[in-house]
């Protein structure tokens, strides 16, 4: 875009690509260079973990305060009882109360990295729930007073709506409530913490406009809306997805070794975008990284995965990622920060199938796929190509550590603990 920004947080959105859209530029800009400027992004608790999907959005909220102004985290523990219908073909399963609360608590885990909540400056962060001022809606006052603002024949021409019905697939009255309850997010962060802007992925589009016709009609006061692209890798696939499922930020449920290799095994064509979206390196810096070509691609995919991986899971296990990677892959060896499936020796007391553990190590998602990896040969137990699908394991097996493989990029211990 040809736009020349006068403040450092549309500068940095710009350059290095995390600008979709934006309802106003100018104003925005110019409410930046003005003074702070708070602003949320809204997390809805589905899991327990957010995962890489997430990611762009929690870097922008990080350079937001980075920049001077205020992020607000907003945890949707009262949409999350909705479910968010866009660009979806069926509905979210509902999730009961506890559900939600415990998911919000895996999620913050995530966030303390990334974002300040005590820096006793202007620019501290704010951790908010919706469900604060959703929970206690009364049905009837809330149609009064906010429901009369929105169109039906509006709401259908939204394109999250739009494709779901072109398609045929049912839309509940509940999931039709999601961007009503969304945008009255966006008025209540207004009305009580002064918040100016709203930030999502581009298929929110819709939702924030709403946010921002409601806080007009309502407060009469100027808010803005800016989205990031929804990000695809260089092969067209969904952004946060590998072989072995989701990319979770949480390392619980993904070991740092884990998410070091995804970012370690990204396409040459991804890693200058990715090193300006993900990392703190200067601009510069990625795009001569990200120019390299032949083994030094590699080189430059290792200072990826380690600076996304600092940020997230700190620099000790970033430095044992890639230690643990020379070892497995440069020297043949087990290496130590492997995921580590560790079973019981009841476990094993009757054997345990080679399949089995394949599965159970999180290298295969079925039986099926697990016994087709063995017969294609993609299958390795200790650095030597299974061929038997109905190996059994026993106790004496694994006196010592095994080490197994899928394909030349994943690989996991089993042990006994």
Not at 9 to 23: K, N, P, Q
Not at 40 to 45: E, K, P, Q, T, V
């Amino acid at each position: 875009m040809t736009y020349h920004p006068k403040s450092d947080f549309i500068r940095v959105m710009i350059e290095r690509g995390f600008l979709a859209d934006c309802t106003d530029y100018q104003g925005l800009d110019e409410a930046f260079a003005a003074g702070v400027v708070p602003a949320y992004i809204g997390f809805d608790a589905t899991a327990k973990s957010l995962h890489v999907g997430s990611l762009i959005q929690i870097m922008m909220l990080r350079w937001l305060q980075k920049t001077g102004h205020q992020p607000i985290t907003l945890m949707g523990g009262g949409t999350t009882k909705v479910g968010d219908p866009s660009f979806r073909a069926d509905e979210r399963p509902l999730l009961t109360a506890d559900q939600i609360d415990d998911n919000i608590s895996g999620i913050k885990k995530v966030f303390a990295a990334y974002i300040d909540y005590d820096t006793g400056a202007a620019n501290s962060a704010l951790m908010l729930n919706n469900a604060k001022w959703l929970d206690g809606l009364n049905y009837l006052d809330f149609l009064r007073d906010i429901g009369k603002h929105f169109s039906v024949n509006r709401m259908l021409s939204f394109e999250s709506v739009k494709s779901r019905l072109d398609r045929e697939q049912s839309l509940s009255f509940l999931e039709f409530n999601y961007m009503i309850l969304q945008a009255y997010d966006f008025l209540e962060l207004n009305r009580r913490y002064g918040c100016k802007l709203q930030m999502g992925g581009s298929d929110q589009w819709g939702n924030i406009v709403n946010g921002i016709d409601l806080t007009r009609r309502v407060l009469d006061h100027q808010i803005f809306g800016l989205t990031s692209p929804l990000l695809t890798t260089s092969d067209g696939k969904k952004m946060g997805k590998s072989l072995s499922g989701a990319i979770w930020l949480n390392d619980e449920i993904l070991s740092s070794y884990e998410f070091w290799q995804f970012w370690r095994n990204t396409t040459d064509a991804d890693v200058g975008r990715f090193l300006k979206l993900y990392t703190e390196l200067p601009v510069e810096e990625c795009d001569r990284l990200g120019a390299l070509e032949g083994v030094e691609i590699n080189e430059a995919k290792i200072i990826l995965a380690n600076e996304v991986t600092a940020l997230l899971h700190g620099t000790d296990a970033a430095q044992a990622a890639e230690k643990t990677a020379k070892e497995v892959f440069e020297k043949g060896g087990v290496g130590d920060d492997l995921p580590t499936l560790t079973l019981a020796t009841s476990d094993v007391a009757s054997g345990i199938s080679i399949v089995q553990l394949i599965v159970k190590s999180g290298l295969a998602g079925s039986g099926k796929e697990a016994k087709r990896l063995i017969s294609e040969g993609g299958a390795k137990m200790n650095d030597d190509i299974l061929t038997d699908a109905g190996l059994m394991i026993d106790a004496a097996d694994l006196a010592t550590p095994i080490k197994l493989s899928a394909g030349k990029k994943r690989h996991a211990l089993v042990q006994l603990g």
